[in-house]
């Protein structure tokens, strides 16, 4: 195999290279500065690959035929095979993109780069520490130079304030280098670790300097002022290059460092780390123009990364895995969506509605999100879920909170941002119909993929991206250019399908919730017969939100129920998003639901110990103060996707801006899936108290109140159909907690499926079902009589529900007549 | 007075640490354990008499290359930035008076022996002190009298363009070959080390660092070219 | 000895910082930087030396075989001669940014260049 110096040298020999050629020979230049990139990533992934499947070893590469300490040398293992083939061909990749910029400035540029790329790979390869202070000043200076390439003239003054502030960086590092070497007599990292006592007793104030230094390189927040200005008025490529790559490269920088300090100094990485997570992120919210969100989103992604290093102690052999996915995820999400930016032209958030015509485009900004935010079946999902099991495990819940809660902040104004984009105005500008750019932005679309499939593998978790019905929700992405009616059959064929193949497996809850998911959403669809078109973005979402919905009643272990959960809110969120005038009911519904998706997260990661392979059933075997915890976690987090008090803004908003045949499935399918957990959770975890309160009561009141006001103001006018819904909703919810009730009145120990009164269960949920009404059918029938408060508590109050619930179905004509004109 | 005060304790704490750094030195009574292979080990090795130059073209060879690296970099950037050479080139907007009498003829008598000597410490960088970077730095300050002497005259970017890339490329291929040949990246005993003492003797090192002295030479003057032709005459 | 040429390096690196910080004028901040630059070069060699020993030239006056006792550390040496190449090639990059900013708004104050805020 070809020795890995030659990712410097060759790049080095192309660098001096372009300077020989003339400088009008523009195309040859740009040609020869491809050809070395691609040979150089060609060269990465070769490396990547063997080591990747075993075929050699890490290799240590050592310079002027000396052993190290007393010569430089480089190595490659299986990290820093994937950081360089991660730079060169972001690399590669910008240098594409470029293409326009790079033959207007000429060969001098491009050398430029070629010495930017090869300065990265050469801070992730060396063993050195003087030859990384080298390292980084060469990509600082290059930093430097590229920031000129932008038209933009305040790019100027961002190039010189990163200057200065490198300058001041470079000169504590060296002070700290000399101190180092003067108490370890070596510069070699690997001898350093292995010295770590002398060092950190004589020469802890020279680690600390230069620990200090790197960090600053890193510009995590709030000393981030300069790096936000760089994102902001750089060339958008050069942004990315300077997001994915420096970033990466300088966050392995700091992970060798931390195998010198040790324990202390990685508490310190990991404060700095959460710090500028939540910190950048709630800036961003702030944000309006979209590189300086990127930029925060930026600075919040590499103090996740930093968090990571730090607890590399507690994570052992997962470190990789985890530490991998997060970069990965961050690198390929953040470079896409720099390069989109270079496509729209205004540089306000709701600019990006300029991509409302693009389909593909589109495509690629959610997938970019996705992977940014680690939404299944991205890496970042399983990355996340190991990590919080972790730190779960170790008693480190201030960080797992604050983790989580950032996590919702990025998703929260990323979303947003997605809302703009598919809801507000189209400005008037078009966007740039550049070849090679939206080639670009394809093979990073195509990474972040291949990415989700290979960590999907490597996780000790079913490989989600292989699930039967998430690849069926994939499958209609191709056939998008079908007209809606074919997608329609094809749609409700596999809902059907699914469950005649599936449902002699089950057991009587997931019957019933399987039967009215999957049986019942293949009815609502027959509504959608009607609709003419192609309904772009209606079956993906659809179906993916049915796909979650089916692989929820199955889950056996935390994981697949939590990613199924996900992947049903994000299905639901882009059909709601569909609706008019949607958007902030689309985006409160999203935050309300990831934020109640996070505390089922922290819920089971809290339950299982630190387990990351918890089995659901294991829920029975907890005992101790703790329950009560997971037990208010779940259900609350339940709860906001049953809309309850409190917990229920979203709801109103959200089902009457809807679609008329999405606010059925939304009603009447989706709430179901927090019905679904309310009663796994109950059946598992029994009656629950906390702090001297019973849960399960506390849970059962918590509609009635508020129904019953509801249920018998009249009502007239326009709005009949809303007000109808939201009643019927409450009524709905009432409903299910009567059934709850019921539950919670049964014998305190907890319950298996098999033993429950079927009639309880099917009354209860059949008869929120039944309860519901669409709102196009209750309202010409006039007002509706519903149970009242007084049912609730007496014994055989569910079969009272049930006969009034059977009754009521009895009633409504099926199928429902859509309301015109409201 | 916010932002002074800020500096002041930001300047306040370094010190501190600088203070930290002084008070706990203590000078080393032996050479540490690199410092002493490099004593032992460089004369049979390596056959240079200049411990230094062995430690920096050979020992720690990559970070020379980082080094160079910065130069083309540093060069390649200034000339991009300022590119006007080709736009000023022509004659001057007005009468410039003529160099003086002194600095004329001794411009002439000077730039000769600066040059001499600059090759003569570039190429007897592994005997004596000095070495390819000292030597380059002075045949740049050649460039700076000849600059400083006569501000209308323009050179060739071309030719300086030219010598940088070409040393360059022969220091990439020089360090390959040493894989090829030798030990290892940039090891110098692709060509036998000689007798100690002689100039060509250690190797490979007076040939690096004669191509590190033409290339620092020259990108040295590049910078010193690219920024004399900002100014407008 | 080595100590008086450190702490004159340290005084050099505050004074030169002071300088780059304070300063508006941005060919000022520059030369303070090249101070500050100076200061660390002493430094850097002020850590290498040894009392009563000699530069780490092999010759008449220093054979090869007593090296090991008569020499100092060669290390800082070429450590500082890289760090002295380094801080010229950035100055001459700051000077080209400190033309381009002229060329841009017509005036060296810095404060006058800065249009991004938070």
Redesign the interface.
């Known amino acids: 195999m070809v020795s890995p110096i030659y990712l410097i040298a060759g790049a080095l020999g192309g660098a001096f290279f372009l300077g020989m050629l003339r400088d009008q020979w523009r195309t040859a230049s740009y040609l020869v500065t491809l050809a070395v990139l691609a040979l150089t990533s060609w060269l990465a992934a070769d490396w990547a690959w063997a080591l990747a499947t075993g075929a050699t070893g890490a290799v240590e590469i050592t310079t002027a035929g000396t052993p190290p300490p007393f010569a430089v040398n480089l190595r490659l293992g299986i990290a820093e095979a994937a950081l360089v083939l991660l730079i060169n061909l972001t690399g590669l990749l910008s240098a594409l993109y470029l293409r326009d910029t790079m033959f207007r400035q000429g060969r001098r540029a491009m050398a430029v780069l070629l010495i930017f790329i090869m300065a990265l790979c050469g801070i992730v390869m060396t063993r050195d520490l003087f030859n990384l202070f080298v390292f980084f000043e060469l990509v600082v200076i290059s930093t430097g130079g590229l920031v000129l390439l932008s038209r933009d003239g305040r790019s100027l003054a961002a190039g010189f304030k990163f200057l200065i502030a490198s300058q001041v960086v470079s000169i504590l590092m060296l002070v700290g280098i000399i101190f180092a070497y003067h108490a370890t007599g070596s510069l070699n990292l690997d001898s350093m670790a292995a010295n770590a006592a002398p060092l950190l007793k004589g020469g802890a104030l020279a680690f600390f300097l230069i620990f200090i230094a790197v960090i600053a390189e890193l510009k995590v927040f709030p000393a981030n002022g300069w790096a936000l200005d760089i994102y902001e008025s750089a060339h958008p490529a050069f942004s990315a290059l300077v997001s994915a790559g420096t970033g990466s490269a300088t966050l392995f920088a700091v992970d060798k460092l931390l195998m010198i300090g040790g324990a202390p100094w990685m508490t310190v990485a990991s404060a700095i780390g959460i710090v500028s997570f939540v910190g950048a992120n709630l800036f961003a919210l702030a944000q309006r123009n979209d590189r300086r969100l990127l930029g925060y989103s930026s600075v919040a992604q590499i103090g996740l990364v930093l968090l990571v290093a730090g607890q590399k102690d507690i994570l052992g052999e997962q470190y990789l895995f985890v530490a991998g996915g997060v970069l990965l995820a961050h690198a390929v999400g953040k470079a896409g969506l720099y390069w989109l930016s270079g496509l729209v032209t205004g540089r306000d958030l709701p600019a990006w509605a300029a991509l409302r015509g693009q389909p593909l485009m589109l495509f690629a900004f959610a997938s970019f999100i996705a992977v940014l935010i680690g939404l299944p079946p991205f890496p970042g999902f399983y990355a996340k879920w190991e990590l919080v099991h972790t730190l779960a495990g170790e008693g480190r819940l201030l960080l797992l909170g604050l983790l989580l809660f950032g996590a919702l902040l990025e998703a929260g104004y990323l979303f947003r941002w997605f809302g703009y984009a598919i809801k507000r105005e189209q400005p008037p500008e078009p966007v740039a119909p550049s070849f090679y750019k939206r080639l670009v932005i394809g093979a990073a679309v195509v990474a972040a993929w291949a990415l989700a499939w290979l960590w999907g593998e490597l996780s000790p978790h079913d490989n989600l991206l292989l699930a039967t019905p998430l690849l069926f929700a994939l499958l209609f992405l191709p056939l998008e250019w079908l007209p809606a009616k074919l997608k329609n059959a094809l749609a409700i064929g596999g809902l059907v399908a699914w469950f005649w193949l599936s449902y002699q497996a089950y057991d009587p809850l997931q019957l019933i919730f399987g039967a009215i998911i999957l049986i019942g959403g293949a009815l609502v669809l027959l509504a959608s017969f009607q609709e003419k078109g192609r309904r772009l973005g209606f079956y993906p979402s659809a179906m993916l939100m049915y796909a979650g919905l089916a692989m929820l009643i199955v889950a056996e272990d935390a994981f697949t129920f939590f990613a199924a959960w996900e992947s049903l809110t994000i299905g639901s969120y882009f059909l709601i998003l569909r609706g008019r005038e949607s958007e902030p009911h689309a985006l409160s519904y999203l935050v309300f639901s990831l934020g109640g998706a996070f505390l089922i997260f922290a819920g089971f990661a809290l339950a299982s110990g630190g387990n990351p392979d918890f089995m659901l059933d294991a829920l029975q075997q907890l005992t101790g103060p703790l329950v009560g915890c997971v037990f208010l976690l779940l259900a609350i987090g339940f709860m906001t996707k049953r809309a309850a008090i409190g917990l229920h803004i979203w709801l109103p908003g959200a089902h009457a801006e809807a679609e008329t045949d999405v606010s059925p499935m939304v009603s009447g399918i989706l709430l179901k899936a927090g019905l679904f957990g309310l009663f796994l959770m109950l059946m598992q975890l029994g009656r629950q108290s906390l702090w001297g309160g019973d849960l399960t009561h506390v849970l059962a009141w918590i509609g009635a109140p508020l129904a019953a006001p509801g249920a018998s103001r009249p009502r007239t006018g326009r709005r009949e159909a809303l007000l109808a819904g939201r009643e019927g909703s409450w009524v709905g919810w009432r409903s299910d907690v009567v059934a709850l009730g019921g539950l919670a009145h049964l014998p305190e120990q907890r319950r298996q499926p098999e033993e429950l009164d079927r009639h309880v269960l099917a009354g209860g949920v059949l008869g929120s079902d039944g309860c519901e009404p669409r709102g196009e059918v209750v309202a010409p029938a006039g007002h509706v009589e519903l149970p009242g408060p007084h049912t609730v508590g007496r014994e055989g109050a569910p079969v009272a529900v049930v006969a009034e619930g059977l009754e009521r179905r009895a009633r409504v004509a099926p199928p429902p007549v859509p309301l015109q004109g409201l | 007075m916010i932002?002074?005060l800020t500096?002041l304790l930001?300047?306040a704490g370094?010190?501190s640490?600088?203070?930290?750094?002084?008070l706990?030195?203590v000078?080393?009574?032996?050479?540490?354990?690199?410092?002493?292979?490099?004593?032992?080990r460089?004369?049979?090795?390596l056959g240079a008499?200049?411990?230094?130059t062995a430690?920096?073209v050979?020992?720690?060879?990559?970070?020379?290359?980082?080094?160079v690296?910065?130069?083309?970099?540093?060069?390649?950037?200034?000339?991009?930035?300022?590119a006007r050479g080709k736009e000023t080139a022509g004659k001057p907007q007005r009468q410039l008076p003529p160099p003086g009498e002194l600095l004329t003829t001794g411009t002439r008598l000077l730039l000769p022996l600066i040059l001499l000597f600059g090759a003569y410490v570039f190429s007897h960088g592994h005997l004596?002190?000095g070495?390819g970077?000292q030597g380059g730095a002075i045949l740049a300050s050649a460039m700076l009298l000849l600059l400083l002497s006569n501000p209308a005259r323009r050179f060739s970017h071309r030719l300086i363009?030219?010598v940088?890339?070409?040393a360059?490329?022969s220091f990439?291929?020089i360090?390959?070959l040493?894989?090829l040949l030798?030990?290892?990246?940039?090891?110098?005993?692709i060509l036998p080390t000689g007798t100690?003492?002689e100039l060509f003797s250690a190797g490979a090192i007076p040939l690096i660092y004669t191509l590190v002295g033409l290339k620092?030479g020259a990108e040295f003057s590049s910078?010193l070219v690219?920024?004399s032709e900002?100014e407008e005459l | 000895m080595a100590l008086i040429a450190m702490i004159t390096g340290f005084l050099l690196i505050l004074i030169g910082l002071y300088g780059a910080l304070s300063n508006r004028n941005i060919l000022r901040m520059i030369v303070a930087f090249s101070v500050a630059n100076t200061g660390v070069n002493m430094v850097l060699v002020a850590v290498g030396y040894m009392k009563g020993r000699t530069a780490p030239i092999l010759d008449e006056a220093v054979p090869a075989a007593e090296a090991a006792s008569r020499i100092i550390d060669p290390v800082p040496q070429a450590l500082v001669l890289t760090a002295i190449v380094i801080g010229v090639g950035v100055t001459a990059l700051m000077l080209a940014y400190a033309y381009k900013l002229y060329e841009k708004k017509g005036s060296l104050d810095i404060s006058e260049h800065t249009e991004l805020k938070w």
Not at chain 2, 17 to 22: D, I, K, T
Not at chain 2, 28 to 40: G, H, K, M, V
Not at chain 2, 71 to 77: E, G, K, P, R, V
């Open positions: 932002k002074r500096l930001l300047l370094i010190g640490l600088f203070a930290g750094l002084v706990t030195y000078p080393d009574e032996t050479l540490n354990l690199t410092a002493s292979y490099y004593a032992e460089t004369a049979e090795d008499a200049n411990i230094v430690i920096i050979t020992y720690r060879g990559l970070d020379t290359l980082g080094e690296t910065v130069l083309f970099l540093t060069a390649a950037i200034v000339g991009l930035v300022l004596t002190p070495g970077f363009t030219l940088e890339s070409t360059g490329i990439v291929f360090g390959i040493g894989i030798a030990g290892g990246f940039l090891d110098n005993r100690f003492g620092v910078m690219s920024l900002t």
